[in-house]
T-cell receptor, first 109, second 112 residues
Framework: RKEVEQDPGPFNVPEGATVAFNCTYSNSASQSFFWYRQDCRKEPKLLMSVYSSGNEDGRFTAQLNRASQYISLLIRDSKLSDSATYLC??????????FGSGTRLQVQP | EAGVTQFPSHSVIEKGQTVTLRCDPI?????LYWYRRVMGKEIKFLLHFVKESKQDESGMPNNRFLAERTGGTYSTLKVQPAELEDSGVYFCASSPHNYEQYFGPGTRLTVT
């Protein structure tokens, strides 16, 4: 079983749609949680950190449920430029990051 | 502020040769990490430096990989001798406080 599990997609959505990604992690000792965005053949770019209280940055909302070991990302009013792979990333006690395989999003005109 | 830089961007070498990858972290970031993505797999941790000290090298695949960070600034990752399964993208990341990590553009290594 992978340490961080994500639905690989692809999610094909029209512009303006709301889309949600989910992720589960297996290590209950995990201490930090992130969503990164990766464009084709580029490096992962930090999208947002995820907190138990939930956090929002513009059209993006992230949520963490520690009891269920579940992380979510909601994107509202999707733009063409949101097309990318979204990586669920978890930080362990030794600070190394553990990556999911990513969920591919394609926003269509 | 300049981001994390890596050199070279691409490297093609033959099996048995040596390759050295370089990473320059964001200025002032004490924490430096190496990760690798092999084709079809997720990004995997290799090792973590705090300044010039190796904090965690649990992800290094074998003793053909040697990482250094002399002086606590830039880091090098040497693969000697390279094998076919070493092909992939090697990412470097840095962090000021061991929390959010910022990634460089990666070095795409192809071993033929």
């Amino acid at each position: 079983r992978k340490e961080v599990e994500q639905d690989p997609g692809p999610f094909n959505v029209p512009e303006g749609a709301t889309v949600a990604f989910n992720c589960t992690y297996s290590n209950s000792a995990s201490q930090s949680f992130f969503w990164y965005r990766q464009d084709c053949r580029k490096e992962p770019k930090l999208l947002m950190s995820v907190y138990s209280s939930g956090n929002e940055d513009g059209r993006f909302t992230a949520q963490l449920n520690r009891a269920s070991q579940y992380i979510s990302l909601l994107i509202r009013d999707s733009k063409l430029s949101d097309s990318a792979t979204y990586l669920c990333v978890v930080g362990g006690g030794r600070r190394a990051l553990t990556f999911g395989s990513g969920t591919r999003l394609q926003v269509q005109p | 502020e300049a981001g994390v830089t890596q050199f070279p961007s691409h490297s093609v070498i033959e099996k048995g040769q040596t390759v050295t990858l370089r990473c320059d972290p964001i200025s002032g970031h004490d924490n430096l990490y190496w990760y690798r993505r092999v084709m079809g797999k997720e990004i995997k941790f290799l090792l973590h430096f705090v300044k010039e000290s190796k904090q965690d090298e649990s992800g290094m695949p074998n003793n053909r990989f040697l990482a250094e960070r002399t002086g606590g600034t830039y880091s090098t990752l040497k693969v000697q001798p390279a094998e076919l399964e070493d092909s992939g993208v090697y990412f470097c990341a840095s962090s000021p406080h061991n929390y959010e990590q910022y990634f460089g553009p990666g070095t795409r290594l192809t071993v033929t």
